[in-house]
């Protein structure tokens, strides 16, 4: 169910909930009985940009992401996997895992196909820590910096050149506050 969140909210239709649940046969019942690392970039330093399609509310407006468009992020993703792989095989978590009867690149593998995000995947297997970043990047919903203050919106959030029209949500943030930012847009309103 938590994997369903990673389908955007207006693609939730009955034929994408059905691949989702198609997907999920091919795996292992293993896949299901147990838990799950992430690794987060903390301040990454790729940008990417959003521009309105227009005055239509209705129609969405154009975002292009950049995920590892800087060559730094990519290699801190790739840094942290090897550190999720070195605290999956150390003497501390062995009492946690199975066996050795998956390897680090099965599971790699089995991460891919699942749809964590709707980028094109690779269709081999993962042939490098690189590739598996860019196929499995996502941010959980968690987007931010759409509406920068100073920018956008004036330090008391109102639009600018607006009349009563304010934003106070996520999107007014420069950075990431660095964990789920519930908390923090609660405290703006």
């Not at 970039?41 to 995920?67: C, E, M, Q, R």
């Not at 007014?172 to 703006?188: D, E, I, Y």
């Amino acid at each position: 169910i938590g994997q369903l969140s990673t389908i955007p909210p207006k693609k939730r239709s009955l034929d994408a909930i059905e691949e989702y649940r198609r997907n999920k046969r091919d795996f292992p019942k293993e896949t299901f009985m147990g838990g799950f690392l992430l690794e987060k970039i903390v301040g990454p330093l790729s940008k990417g940009h959003l521009s309105l399609n227009g005055t239509d509310v209705d129609k969405l407006p154009a975002v292009t992401f950049n995920y590892f468009q800087h060559p730094r992020d990519l290699q801190r993703c790739v840094n942290g996997i090897r550190t999720i792989e070195r605290i999956v095989k150390s003497k501390r978590f062995a009492d946690f895992t199975q066996d050795n009867e998956y390897t680090i690149q099965m599971i790699l593998n089995m991460s891919v196909k699942a749809n964590i995000n709707f980028i094109p995947k690779n269709t081999n297997d993962t042939t490098s820590l690189e590739q598996f970043c860019r196929d499995t990047v996502l941010t959980i919903w968690h987007y931010h910096g759409g509406c920068q203050m100073n920018k956008v919106v004036d330090k008391n959030y109102r639009v600018m050149g607006v009349e009563g029209l304010r934003v106070v949500d996520g999107s007014t943030f420069h950075s990431s506050p660095g964990t789920n930012p519930q908390a923090t847009v609660m405290m703006l309103g």
